[in-house]
C-alpha cells in the first residue's frame, strides 16, 4: 500500500551529513517504486497509515527513525549496501557502536542503546519486506560479547518517597492554578503510580479527545482511572488520602474546579502569569521537568552534590516512591503499576530496609 510505505520510508531517509573525505563512497539509498492505489482507496489508505503510527508510540518512532539514519549514514561512510539486510554488515555496525566509531559518537553507545538500534533495524527491515535474522552468528554472538563485556548495572531514577513528596508539594504555590496543576499531577502521578505518559493522557471523561491514553471517574470513596498502556488497558484505583493536603482525589478536584476543566485533557499549560489555562495537552517531559525541579527545591538527597542531585529525579521517580514505600501485599503494588511480573515491580522498590530478611542470623550465624 503506497501510503503505508511512504510513511515508513519518511522515517528511513538519511539525514543530511556533514562533508565526507574525498574520495569517499557514498551510495545513494534504493529507490523503492509503488504503484498508485485507486483512488476509491485513498481513505483507506489514510486510515491504515494511522494504523500503522498507532502500533507504536511516538516516542518509539522517534527512536526508530533516529536510529535508521544513524544506520544509513554509518553505510554510506563505510561504502557498504543497506539492501538486502547483511548479518555481517550489522555485525560491524553494533561493534562501532560499542566501540563509539559510529557516526559521531563522543563515546560507547551503552548496551541498552545498542539493543535498542538492533531492534529499530529489525523493524525498519520488517516493513520493507526484508527481515533480519538477529540469531545469525554475525549479529548474536557478537551481540553477546558486548554483553558480557560492557553490560553495567542500570541507572535508576531515585525513589520520590512520602516524605519527600510532602516536602516537594511545600515548593508549589497554592495560590495560582500552575501551582494547583502541579500538586494535582504530583500526587496523581505517586499515588497512581503512573507513567509520565500516563499523567498527561487522561481526560475528563471517555472518547474526548483522539490523543488520550484514558480517563478518569471520582466517586465518594476515591477515582478510578481507566489507563491504556503498553500491555493494553488496565484499571487504577486511587483512593482518598488521610488528609486533604495530600490527598489526590481533592487535588485534582480543586485543579479542574478553578481551572473551569470539565473536557478534554486534564492537564495543560497554564500562562501568563500562572492564572490562565490553554487548551493543549501538557507534554510528558513536563511531568519529569516538575519532579526533577521540585525536589531539588525540596532538598531531596540533600547529602549528595547538586550535579548529582540533579541527574537522580524524574518521572518514574514517581511510581518507584509508590513501589517502595506502600506497605501492602506485593501483588497490590504489581496490579497498580501495571506489571506483568512481580520482579518487575521488585525493581522499582528503592531506598527500603534490604535487610529485613536477614538468612544470615535466619541460618544460625
Sequence with gaps: MPDIIDVVLEM????????????????????????????????????????????????????????WKQFASWCRRQGVEMFPPDPQVIGLYITACASGKAIGDKKPNSVSTI????????????????????????????????RNKHAAPPRQKEAVLPEDLIAMLETLDRGTLRGLRDRAMLLLGFAGGLRRSEVVGLDCGRDQTEDSSGWVEIFDKGMLLRLRGKTGWREVEVGRGSS?????????????????????????????????????????????????????????????????????????????????????DERYVQKQLGHASAEMTRKYQRRRDRFRVNLTKASGL
Excluded at 120 to 133: C, H, I, S
Aim: charged share 25%; net charge positive; hydrophobic share 40%.
Design 12 to 67: 528511513g531517509r538519511a539525514p543530511e551529513e556533514p562533508a565526507v573525505e574525498a574520495g569517499a563512497p557514498s551510495p545513494p539509498l534504493p529507490v523503492v517504486s509503488t504503484p498508485r492505489l485507486p483512488e476509491h482507496l485513498d481513505a483507506l489508505a489514510d486510515r491504515a497509515r494511522d494504523y500503522v503510527e498507532a502500533a507504536s508510540s511516538v516516542n518509539t518512532r522517534r527512536a526508530y527513525a533516529s536510529d
Design 115 to 146: 539493543e535498542r538500534r538492533l531492534s529499530a533495524l529489525t523493524w525498519n527491515y520488517a516493513q520493507r519486506g526484508q527481515p533480519l535474522d538477529r540469531k545469525d552468528r554475525h549479529i548474536a554472538t557478537v551481540m553477546a560479547g558486548i
Design 244 to 328: 486533604d493536603t495530600t490527598c489526590p482525589v481533592v487535588a485534582l478536584e480543586t485543579w479542574l474546579k478553578l481551572a473551569r476543566i470539565a473536557h478534554g485533557p486534564l492537564f495543560r499549560r497554564v500562562t501568563g502569569q500562572g492564572n490562565a489555562v490553554g487548551g493543549n495537552r501538557l507534554n510528558d517531559q513536563e511531568v519529569a521537568r516538575l519532579v526533577k525541579r521540585t525536589a531539588l527545591a525540596a532538598g531531596v538527597r540533600g547529602d549528595l552534590p547538586e550535579g548529582e542531585r540533579g541527574m537522580m529525579f524524574a518521572g518514574h521517580s514517581l511510581r518507584a516512591g509508590l513501589a517502595s514505600s506502600a506497605e501492602v
